[in-house]
């Protein structure tokens, strides 16, 4: 069942991430960090597949596969703020 929920919650992401890709308002850097939010979920799926098969353990129990997939959530996030940062400090300019 979960396996599902997570399979059709990928349709509304990808539906905003062609949105936001359509809209040359939108700060292109954040716009990769919500990209990069997606490579996060691509990763981490097959990590915790490989740490159930492997390890007989959870993703969150493996401690080099977690930290390796908390990476690119990582960056997604940097990237977000930066983005987001860029263009508040835009619109602040006269």
Request: charged share 10%.
């Amino acid at each position: 069942m979960t396996e599902a929920l997570f399979g059709l919650s990928l349709f509304p992401y990808l539906v905003f991430l062609w949105y936001i890709s359509q809209n040359p308002q939108f700060p292109a850097l954040a716009r990769w960090g919500f990209y990069g939010t997606l490579i996060f979920v691509l990763v981490s799926a097959p990590a915790g597949i490989y740490a159930q098969h492997h390890y007989a353990k959870s993703l969150s129990n493996v401690d080099w596969l977690h930290g390796s997939a908390e990476a690119f959530l990582s960056l997604a996030n940097i990237l977000l703020v930066l983005g987001f940062k860029s263009a508040y400090d835009q619109a602040k300019q006269p």
